[in-house]
């Protein structure tokens, strides 16, 4: 393990030339990023989740029940032996030649199976108040590390001047300030991204693992090579989105719809500005042009800054969704907004927590008198069939 580490860090990657690890060894005059220092975040992150866990118990759902605010939950699916194992053993998402089938095999109209299917998918995520929850504990969150990132930086000579961090680069030394702010940020990622894995996966898993990594990493690595200054820069940017997203999102939970909109709409313009003008206006141009002007080019220099713009291009794809379900209309909107996570290390996500429900089958017409009516077909109009009733639940 010893040699792999060796190897890992090996300072003529990381390190501009003619700078050496031991230059960044802590002195009693001094103390330096260690990657030792990061090991606390792993027991940090079980700690966040003690916490929040906590904090939802006995401060939020008191809170909901205090405000008198209605989290609907949905409906559950019935119970239906034959479908559920289809939904189990074959597929979530029946084609619609296997719709067609199971319609011929229980009397049942398309429409009510797929319904049954959108019922059945919903059970497995989480609670509509559980997800309130978790909102509302990433908003206190969000709100205090931006506070505190905003107020640090307030102090520092690089928010005016961003040649600043590159400033007698890499013998600066590490304030507690610095060192609080990135543990708290690299633990509160981890703390995210086991729910991640461990939740049902839904269609932007890939993509939000994907900025959960990216995220990680950069913490880690620009910790490691004393970028700090240039990465408070990046936390704080990120962070400035995710107060508003996490208030549509308990709008919309809590069926404030205006409100959420209105959120919403702020969320856009800040997530705008902050992630596609600010960030490579003001952060990419220190990190590639005034680091290079000042530093020169060395390894991890192109890893860092292609990770950043990897960034970039996900702010892209993620603006662009969002603008895409910004230009539809209210009525025709298929893609749910607020199913973005943009957590600074952290989701974007535009899958849909709620799926689109298929429509409710039209109401069977009623035989005309005197018809002669089998019991099949009375079977079929209602929606049930004998071996497997269901109450005309749909």
């Known amino acids: 393990m010893t040699g792999f580490l060796a190897w890992f860090w090996n300072e003529r990657f990381w390190l501009p030339h003619n700078v050496t690890w031991a230059d960044l060894k802590n002195t009693d005059e001094a103390v330096y990023p260690q990657s030792e220092d990061l090991y606390l975040a792993a027991p940090l992150a079980f700690c966040i989740i003690v916490v929040r866990l906590l904090f939802e118990r006995?401060?939020?759902?008191?809170?909901?029940?205090?405000?008198?605010?209605?989290?609907?939950?949905?409906?559950?699916?019935p119970p239906n032996a034959i479908l559920d194992k289809v939904y189990t053993a074959i597929t979530k998402h029946p084609d619609e030649k296997r719709l067609e089938g199971l319609s011929k095999q229980l009397d049942w109209d398309v429409r009510?199976?797929?319904?049954?299917?959108?019922?059945?998918?919903d059970q497995e995520r989480p609670p509509t108040l559980a997800r309130f929850c978790h909102s509302m504990w990433k908003f206190a969150f969000y709100v205090y590390i931006f506070t505190y990132g905003v107020r640090y930086l307030k102090k520092t000579p690089w928010l005016h001047?961003?040649?600043e961090c590159w400033h007698n680069y890499p013998n600066q030394?590490?304030?507690v300030e610095v060192h609080y702010y990135y543990l708290l940020e690299l633990s509160f990622c981890l703390s995210l991204l086991l729910p991640q894995l461990t939740h049902i996966r839904r269609?932007?898993?890939l993509l939000t693992l994907t900025h959960h990594f990216l995220s990680v990493s950069l913490i880690v690595f620009s910790y490691v090579s004393n970028m700090v200054r240039?990465?408070?820069?990046?936390?704080?940017?990120?962070?400035?989105?995710?107060?508003?997203?996490e208030a549509a999102k308990m709008a919309k939970y809590a069926r404030f719809k205006r409100f959420c909109n209105l959120l919403f709409l702020i969320f856009t313009l800040i997530f705008i500005t902050s992630r596609l003008a600010l960030y490579p206006a003001w952060v990419l141009k220190t990190t590639v042009f005034e680091s290079w002007s000042l530093l020169g080019l060395f390894p991890s220099w192109w890893l860092l800054n292609g990770m950043l713009l990897l960034l970039l291009g996900l702010h892209c794809l993620w603006a662009y969704l969002i603008l895409r379900v910004l230009s539809t209309g209210p009525q025709r909107r298929k893609l749910n907004p607020l199913c973005v996570s943009l957590d600074s290390h952290n989701d974007v996500d535009f899958s849909s927590d709620?799926?689109?429900m298929p429509p409710h089958p039209p109401h069977p017409k009623k035989p005309p008198p005197?018809?002669?009516?089998?019991?099949?077909?009375?079977?079929t109009a209602n929606g049930t069939s004998g071996a497997h009733r269901t109450n005309g639940y749909l």
């Open 370 to 379: 005197h018809t002669h009516t089998s019991h099949r077909s009375q079977r």
């Open 58 to 77: 006995l401060i939020v759902r008191p809170l909901v029940s205090g405000l008198r605010i209605e989290v609907k939950e949905a409906q559950r699916a």
């Open 112 to 121: 009510s199976i797929q319904r049954w299917f959108y019922r059945r998918r």
């Open 203 to 205: 269609k932007d898993f």
């Open 230 to 245: 240039a990465g408070t820069l990046v936390m704080c940017v990120h962070d400035s989105a995710e107060v508003l997203l």
């Open 354 to 356: 709620e799926e689109d």
């Open 173 to 175: 030394p590490l304030t």
């Open 161 to 163: 001047n961003t040649r």
